[in-house]
């Protein structure tokens, strides 16, 4: 009997302690709704706005006249290096550092001035970075293959190479990427990790360049004197060199001609129109001298 008396003293000193804490709690939210008011919303947002808000106004303001004067200042420099005639491709990654850059650097003060956290920034972007650098590892390799490219300079802006299948004059020059426009002005995009580790034949480099041509004529015609119009030709022309001297010889006996092969030096520039000049000349001076030129041909024999 004793031990039913004590337990029940225990069931209604608990059930008093939940009534005692559900009244408290409703008392706390019925003062939390009593001290609510528009008041204190509205003056909550004005000391925003007079704290925080104005700090980001003034901030978006030096942001946007730093943006301005850093322009002026990359365009500046770029003109300066372009007069003292530096490389194009320095000139131009010196130009996108500088602008690039200091933006970036100016954006970082801006968070540093509207009170975020930029060591927190700083591990966001980190952890970012490790992510994308594992999505993106092709891209990687463009980028270092564009900083060999600009620190050993196998090729300029403005010269003519050959590479990765493509032709062309280079345009410019990108971190991931080299524009290279060829003759019909189509233009290539060729990824610089690729370019940086391929074979690259540039046509530019050197200030002469040979002109190899091959002629072909009968073999009813006279090869010396083919050979003497070729020659003659060529002392004619104020493009070529004279010296070195320019060669012409026999260079295939050919199933329906025989080829003849010149090797003249001109400068670089004068290339293609060496070419054309002479092929235009020599071929209206073989007509002239009745050398002719043949065409493939196969000579049938009957026998009865």
């Given at each position: 009997?004793?031990?039913f008396?004590?337990f029940?003293?225990?069931v209604?000193?608990?059930?008093a302690?939940?009534e005692?804490?559900?009244?408290?709690?409703?008392?706390?939210?019925?003062?939390?709704?009593?001290?609510?008011?528009?008041?204190?919303?509205?003056?909550?947002?004005?000391?925003?706005?007079?704290t925080?808000?104005?700090r980001?106004?003034?901030g978006?303001?030096?942001?946007?006249?730093?943006?301005?004067?850093?322009?002026?200042?990359?365009?500046?420099?770029?003109?300066?290096?372009?007069?003292?005639?530096?490389?194009?491709?320095?000139?131009?990654?010196?130009?996108?550092?500088?602008?690039?850059?200091?933006k970036?650097?100016?954006?970082l003060?801006?968070?540093?001035?509207?009170?975020?956290?930029?060591?927190?920034?700083?591990?966001?972007?980190?952890?970012?970075?490790?992510?994308?650098?594992?999505a993106?590892?092709?891209?990687?390799s463009?980028?270092?293959?564009?900083?060999?490219?600009?620190?050993?300079?196998?090729?300029?802006?403005?010269?003519?190479?050959?590479?990765?299948?493509?032709?062309?004059?280079?345009?410019?020059?990108?971190?991931?990427?080299?524009?290279?426009?060829?003759?019909?002005n189509?233009?290539?995009m060729?990824?610089?990790?690729?370019?940086?580790?391929?074979v690259?034949?540039?046509?530019?480099m050197?200030?002469?360049?040979?002109?190899?041509?091959?002629?072909?004529?009968?073999?009813d015609?006279?090869?010396?004197?083919?050979?003497?119009?070729?020659k003659?030709?060529?002392?004619?022309?104020?493009?070529?060199?004279?010296?070195?001297?320019?060669?012409?010889?026999?260079?295939?006996?050919?199933?329906?001609?025989?080829?003849?092969?010149?090797?003249?030096w001109?400068?670089?520039?004068?290339?293609?129109?060496?070419?054309?000049?002479?092929?235009?000349?020599i071929?209206?001076?073989?007509?002239?001298?009745n050398?002719?030129?043949?065409?493939?041909?196969?000579d049938?024999?009957?026998t009865?």
């Open positions: 009997m004793n031990y008396k004590l029940s003293q225990i209604t000193s608990e059930i302690s939940s005692n804490i559900a009244s408290s709690s409703e008392e706390t939210s019925s003062n939390n709704t009593s001290n609510f008011s528009w008041d204190n919303v509205f003056s909550t947002v004005a000391h925003w706005i007079q925080t808000g104005l980001i106004l003034i978006i303001i030096v942001l946007f006249i730093g943006f301005k004067i850093i322009n002026a200042i990359s365009r500046s420099i770029k003109r300066k290096m372009e007069l003292k005639k530096c490389d194009k491709t320095v000139t131009s990654l010196t130009f996108s550092f500088f602008r690039i850059g200091f970036v650097l100016l954006v003060l801006f968070i540093s001035f509207i009170g975020i956290d930029t060591a927190a920034v700083g591990s966001i972007l980190s952890a970012i970075g490790i992510g994308l650098s594992l993106v590892q092709g891209s990687l463009n980028f270092a293959g564009g900083i060999v490219i600009i620190i050993m300079k196998p090729f300029g802006i403005g010269d003519y190479i050959t590479a990765q299948g493509v032709s062309g004059t280079v345009e410019k020059i990108q971190l991931f990427y080299t524009y290279i426009v060829a003759p019909d189509r233009v290539h060729v990824p610089n990790g690729e370019l940086a580790n391929s690259i034949t540039n046509n530019s050197k200030k002469t360049r040979r002109v190899d041509l091959t002629f072909t004529i009968s073999y015609s006279s090869v010396d004197k083919a050979i003497a119009i070729i003659e030709t060529e002392l004619k022309n104020n493009l070529i060199f004279h010296t070195p001297e320019p060669f012409v010889g026999i260079s295939e006996f050919a199933d329906s001609s025989i080829n003849l092969i010149t090797k003249v001109v400068k670089n520039e004068d290339y293609w129109t060496t070419i054309y000049e002479l092929n235009d000349s071929s209206k001076a073989f007509v002239a001298n050398i002719v030129i043949p065409y493939p041909q196969l049938v024999h009957l009865k």
